[in-house]
């Protein structure tokens, strides 16, 4: 498995932006579908974003298009989330996560500890 640590998260009022990052290490970075989650307490973790492994297909859940973009930097094995517009809705813990498999939205084979992402209205 691949190993993957968040940062990036913290405090911002509604309408503000935040940019997650997730370095992975452990195994050949190319080789990975990158993917972002969030989870709120009592709900099931939900798919945000996903990027293909050169980074040249994406795709969004509704909630956040024309919000946030996901993008990758394989030089450095990192995967970004930037978050822009942010609402309260958007309070959450987010994740990292990465799998072999394109189009999934779930399932994904490893995952990062996660971050926490607070937005205050």
């Known amino acids: 498995q691949v190993q993957l640590v968040e940062s990036g998260g913290g405090l911002v009022q509604a309408g503000g932006s935040l940019r997650l990052s997730c370095a992975a290490s452990g195994r050949t970075f190319i080789n990975y579908v990158m993917g972002w989650f969030r989870q709120t307490p009592g709900n099931e973790r939900e798919f945000v974003a996903a990027?293909?492994?050169?980074?040249?297909?994406?795709s969004y859940a509704d909630s956040v298009k024309g919000r946030f973009t996901i993008s990758r930097d394989n030089a450095k094995n990192t995967v970004y989330l930037q978050m822009n517009s942010l609402t309260p809705e958007d309070t959450a813990v987010y994740y990292c996560?990465?799998?072999?498999?394109?189009?999934?939205?779930?399932?994904?084979?490893?995952w990062g500890q996660g971050t926490q992402v607070t937005v205050s209205s």
């Open positions: 990027v293909s492994w050169s980074g040249t297909s994406t």
């Open positions: 996560a990465a799998d072999r498999r394109w189009g999934l939205k779930a399932d994904f084979g490893s």
